[in-house]
């Protein structure tokens, strides 16, 4: 198990070691796990004393983003970027954040890059309360995401721009791994956006005015991140049909390309085939100056039979 804690006292924060974080005297004590292992549960009910759903919601490993108000406090989970790579159908990592008065406990599975910035916040004194925290947490998620959501638009902007036969490969890849990401994010972002404004209008006095302006302002960004990455997904959808239409398109012109050359050598193939054969009787078969009329007559057909294509307009199809 790894982590730290932070006790601030009148207004001041301290960083000290986790098994430190509980001692009495502190305005607001901030412990932060990260960890899989299961001795983190052992820890958050026998020294945090947790109750058991606490525990388990803070360790369960498959969460989405929600907010419950148990007994005296209250538990959310958000979704933000992690530093390390993860699976594309799980493309943000969870924090799950149990707050009572005077107390919040964080508990992540992957590194989130959120942490870091929440860190800078109480580091500088800004966090004197589990309000504050909390907003804090949702304010740098979203304003980390939404720089990345910002980025998906925009390469979906210059796929859209730079639409052409030559490069549909290239650019299908690009709109599928944009429409895979808005998927993936949306998912979460929709169910966040409603677990900051639940949390907003949770009664307790732990939670303050201007905690709330903060949250219902995450909330909203989050939303409109949300309502961005559904539109998103619906300019990715046509976009890929644009180029799923220039694709047959591309596949028309060469499939008739191919059907004016065979009708060009269908007539010459009958004649070149006629006089292959190896019976008696073919007409001027034994002249010296049949060979020589036989190339210029399929000359003549092929001139002909392209000629007559070039004024119904074939090749400008």
């Not at 149990?98 to 005077?102: E, L």
């Not at 210059?158 to 030559?166: M, R």
């Not at 009787?281 to 034994?286: A, C, E, S």
């Not at 010296?288 to 060979?291: N, R, S, V």
């Given at each position: ?5 932070y006790?601030i006292?009148?207004g001041?924060a301290?960083?000290?070691p986790?098994?430190?974080a509980?001692?009495?005297g502190?305005d607001l004590?901030?412990?932060h796990l990260s ?5 983190a549960?052992?820890w ?8 058991e ?7 369960a490993?498959?969460t989405?983003?929600?907010c419950?108000?148990?007994?005296h406090?209250?538990f959310l ?5 992690s530093?390390e790579?993860l699976d594309?159908?799980d493309?943000l990592?969870s924090?799950?954040i ?5 107390r ?8 989130l890059?959120?942490?870091a ?5 109480v580091e500088?004194g ?9 907003a ?12 990345d959501?910002a ?5 979906l902007d ?9 490069r549909?490969?290239e ?6 791994q944009?429409?895979?990401a ?9 169910p966040?956006?409603t677990?900051?404004e639940?949390?907003?209008n949770?009664p307790g006095e732990w939670?303050?005015?201007d905690?709330?302006?903060h949250?219902?302002s ?5 939303a ?8 998103i997904?619906e300019?990715a959808?046509?976009?890929h049909?644009a ?9 028309d012109?060469r ?10 050598f269908?007539p010459?193939t009958f004649i070149t085939g006629l ?5 008696d ?6 002249e010296?100056?049949?060979?020589d ?7 003549l ?5 392209t000629?007559?294509f070039?004024?119904r307009?074939w090749f400008?199809r």
């Open positions: 198990m790894s982590g730290f804690g006790r006292i009148g001041t301290q960083e000290v986790v098994k430190e509980l001692a009495p502190a004590v901030w412990v960890t899989t292992a299961e001795h549960q052992l958050l009910r026998e020294r945090a004393e947790l109750p759903y606490v525990v388990d919601a803070l360790t490993q498959e989405r983003p929600r419950e108000a148990f007994d406090g209250a989970n958000l979704r933000g970027r530093s790579e594309t159908s493309l990592a924090v799950r149990w707050a009572v008065k005077g919040v406990f964080s508990v992540t599975r992957k590194p890059v959120a942490v910035a929440v860190r800078k916040e500088g800004r966090i004197v309360d589990p309000g504050d925290l909390i804090a947490f949702a304010t740098a998620i979203t304003a980390d995401l939404d720089p959501v980025d998906l638009g925009d390469r210059s796929c859209e721009a730079d639409l052409d036969a030559a549909i490969f650019l299908r890849r690009t709109v599928t944009v429409r895979v808005a998927i993936g994010y949306r998912r979460f972002l929709a966040q956006r677990a900051l639940t949390l907003a949770l939670l303050h005015e905690d709330r302006r949250l219902s995450a909330a909203d960004r989050a409109r991140m949300a309502e961005e990455l559904e539109a997904r300019r959808a046509l976009t049909e180029l799923t239409d220039l694709r047959a398109e591309q596949l012109q499939s008739l390309i191919i059907s004016i050359v065979a009708m060009v269908l010459l006089y292959g054969m190896n019976v009787n073919l007409p001027y078969q034994h010296p100056w049949a060979f009329a036989i190339t210029g007559v399929c000359a057909i092929a001139a002909g039979v000629i007559y070039v004024q307009h400008q």
